[in-house]
């Protein structure tokens, strides 16, 4: 068995796609329209689903927003540097809510950036993880 994909559902499709390939530098691998079931799912990822875990992106038409509610947490991306990944993002337009350092009560480092929806997203080292 492995992980295929993690589904959010999202407001605007296009904004979010752009969020997830243009600031966080993901490759959009396909995206179909549904309109029997008036829905889009968009792919997005690091590499090809064959090998790569992805975020599957869905967008029920009519819907501008949802609320995120009190369970989920966030998604986990490995980057080599995290206080460089910062500025980058944040030079491409992303929104950074928790500044790279180090974890709180461990060694990690990492950082925290959100997406168009406030779906949170950690930044983590790939050399210290608690």
């Avoid at 993690?6 to 396909?30: C, H, N, P, Q, W």
């Avoid at 819907?63 to 540097?81: F, K, Q, T």
Wanted: net charge negative; glycine share 10%; charged share 30%.
């Amino acid at each position: 068995m492995r992980l295929l994909h993690t589904m959010l559902r999202v407001g605007d499709l296009d904004k979010s796609i752009a969020f997830y390939t243009e600031v966080l530098g993901m490759t959009l691998l396909r995206r179909n329209d549904y309109p029997d079931g008036q829905f889009t799912l968009a792919f997005v990822g690091y590499g090809d689903e064959a090998h790569n875990s992805v975020i599957e992106l869905t967008h029920n038409w009519g819907v501008s927003e949802y609320e995120l509610g009190s369970g989920y947490g966030h998604i986990a991306l490995e980057v080599e540097d995290v206080y460089k990944a910062c500025e980058d993002i944040r030079a491409r337009g992303g929104k950074i809510t928790r500044e790279a350092g180090p974890m709180k009560h461990g060694r990690s480092i990492l950082a925290f950036v959100e997406d168009p929806d406030g779906y949170k997203i950690e930044l983590l080292s790939p050399h210290r993880r608690d």
